[in-house]
């Protein structure tokens, strides 16, 4: 069959909820960390370049790429904290999968709804090396957009089936509870994150705050946890008091994002991808606390649009017009010459 040159599916936030539904969390969760791990083991093939980010008073824009050799795939995503005055979210974001050979996008998706089961299942991932054998309780603090894909990633990927709940703000604990009443889940709402963390032998913190807040303290970690920190994810902008990153001896990822932004440069980590590939170890005694570090990086981004791509079988997208595919590859001007023939010519504007 002739491939059809000119469309490149399009994923609207339409079909990605349905592709959600159709699929089911759990499943979809699954599948998705499948392909997270699956390219966190082949990491040294990628392209690593750092976000590009475009600053302004009212927030920023960056663009997240990188490139396996033969798929490229970037992520446009903006944060604006004051967009919610005007109705709209602090957070969009969209995203390309390309083919490194012809260089032609192969899909263009939404990524706001994506990244919450993207988020989930890079820390269920992330957990499933280091996290105590046969954990099942966990404590969530931060009960808000995030937290139920959180709370299922693990549930699916972990096995885990009690929850500690703990938010600032009562009514996002109570829906968070609502939410995942009918999933199976032993749910217990706490007063206060030290309560929450009691007998977790997971910590999950999923905060929003704009700023260097200390969500746990090192009095609040006993041995043998495995933390989660998502919510630290920008300089400036961390959960976690320092001491119990100087206690924890696996916090990946990056010095300038993540919570180890307040440690010295020169401060040892392990890397999770090397964990991912056997290359160092994960948990090495029942008493170490592990960090998995969150800040979100183009891989993971990379292998949720390569899972949407190879789920284009469920016809869930449309085909959007949007390379131009003229008879003879370099006649550009004939093909419009060709349209005013085809089609009536709209009204000229101004007055050429
Ligand atoms: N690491 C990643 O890849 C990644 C991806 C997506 C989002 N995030 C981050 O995760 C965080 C949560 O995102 P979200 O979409 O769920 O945000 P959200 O605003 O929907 O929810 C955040 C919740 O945290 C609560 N909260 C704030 N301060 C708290 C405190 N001191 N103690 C307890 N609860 C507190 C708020 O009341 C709110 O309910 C954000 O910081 C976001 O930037 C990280």
Known sequence: MQEKLDVVPFVSVDHMMKLVLATGVERFLIELAAYIEEDFRRWECFDKTPRVASHSAEGVIELMPTSDGETYGFKYVNGHPKNTRSGRQTVTASGVLADVGNGYPMLLTEITILTAPRTAAMSAVAAKYPAPNGARTMAMIGNGAQSEFQAIAFKAILGVDKLRLYD????????????????????????????????????????????????????????????????????GKTELHRDILLRSEYPPQTHIEGEIQQLDRRHPVIELWQVIAGKAPGRSGERQITLFDSVGIAIEDFSAL???????????????????NPDEPRDLFGMILRAAKAAPMPQK????
């Open 168 to 235: 600032i703000d009562p009514s996002a604990t109570m829906r968070c509870q609502k939410n995942l009443a009918s999933i199976g889940f032993e749910i217990n709402a706490c007063s206060s994150s030290q309560e929450a963390v009691e007998g977790a032998e997971i910590v999950t913190t999923v905060t929003a705050d704009k700023q260097y807040a200390t969500i746990l303290t090192d009095s609040m970690i006993g041995p043998g946890v495995h933390i989660n920190a998502v919510g630290g994810d920008c300089p």
């Open 306 to 324: 390569r899972y949407v791509r190879d789920r284009l079988d469920t016809g869930l997208y449309e085909e959007l017009d949007l390379l131009a």
């Open 349 to 352: 504007i101004g007055a050429l």
